[in-house]
């Protein structure tokens, strides 16, 4: 399934922001809700075009409290999301899958002491499954980035901190060398979104 991601701008919470407005909540009411980072809501849809739906429906609301919309399309990437810009080209048929992987940016992760409550639990949303289970990073398989991006309750909270942008190269991204952080996150981006 196709995940949405939506970071909250600094400052705000994302979380009263979007469920204390009613035509957030009524978009939001049919999705276990998830918070893979500091400050931030993630869901699950059907495909990219219900993900770039949604954020369309929730466009007023990410204008004002949200820093960045991501989605998660595994047909192209397990561990990868496209900005919201990328998937709204991919969904209007206007860039190729295999096309969406040349602009980058890697964010890097940084451990923070868990929050008092990391699951969503409002009496309009249904509470995080809670299916997935967390891995450490090994050579080839889920690093711990994508775990915790995954929803799994009870793991550390992460923030997102300094964007790194990069270029893909003979399919490889460069290290990011930002700051000292065991685990990365990688977004693709358009090519107008790029800006080294």
Same mark, same amino acid.
């Given at each position: 399934?196709?995940?949405?991601?939506?970071?909250?701008?600094?400052? /705000?919470?994302?979380?009263?922001?979007?469920? /204390?407005?009613?035509?957030?909540?009524?978009?939001?009411?049919?999705?276990?809700?998830?918070?893979?980072?500091?400050?931030?809501?993630?869901?699950?849809?059907? /495909?990219?075009?219900? *993900?770039?739906? %949604?954020?369309?429906? %929730?466009?007023?609301?990410?204008?004002? &409290?949200?820093?960045?919309?991501?989605?998660?399309?595994?047909?192209? /990437?397990?561990? +990868?999301?496209?900005?919201?810009?990328?998937?709204?080209? %991919? @969904?209007?048929?206007?860039?190729?899958?295999?096309?969406?992987?040349? &602009?980058?940016?890697?964010?890097?992760?940084? @451990?923070?002491?868990?929050?008092?409550?990391?699951?969503?639990?409002?009496?309009?949303?249904?509470?995080?499954?809670?299916?997935?289970?967390?891995?450490? *990073?090994? +050579?080839?398989?889920?690093?711990?980035?994508? *775990?915790?991006?995954?929803?799994?309750?009870?793991?550390?909270?992460?923030? =997102?901190?300094?964007? %790194?942008?990069?270029? @893909?190269?003979?399919?490889? =991204?460069?290290?990011?060398?930002?700051?000292?952080?065991?685990?990365?996150?990688?977004?693709?981006?358009?090519?107008?979104?790029?800006?080294?």
């Amino acid at each position: 399934m196709t995940r949405v991601c939506l970071i909250g701008e600094a400052g /705000s919470d994302l979380q009263y922001e979007l469920l /204390s407005r009613e035509t957030a909540r009524e978009a939001l009411a049919t999705y276990d809700l998830e918070r893979p980072f500091e400050n931030s809501l993630a869901l699950r849809t059907v /495909s990219v075009g219900a *993900a770039v739906s %949604l954020l369309n429906d %929730l466009n007023w609301y990410c204008t004002r &409290f949200v820093d960045e919309a991501f989605v998660q399309e595994p047909s192209i /990437s397990d561990d +990868e999301w496209l900005s919201r810009a990328l998937a709204t080209q %991919l @969904r209007n048929g206007e860039v190729d899958a295999d096309e969406t992987g040349e &602009f980058c940016k890697i964010y890097g992760l940084e @451990r923070v002491a868990p929050a008092v409550d990391d699951e969503v639990d409002t009496p309009d949303t249904a509470a995080p499954s809670g299916d997935d289970e967390s891995t450490t *990073a090994s +050579e080839g398989g889920e690093n711990e980035a994508t *775990a915790a991006s995954s929803g799994a309750g009870g793991g550390p909270t992460y923030r =997102l901190v300094e964007p %790194l942008y990069v270029r @893909r190269t003979d399919g490889d =991204l460069p290290e990011y060398d930002l700051r000292d952080v065991a685990e990365t996150l990688v977004v693709r981006l358009t090519e107008t979104e790029y800006t080294p």
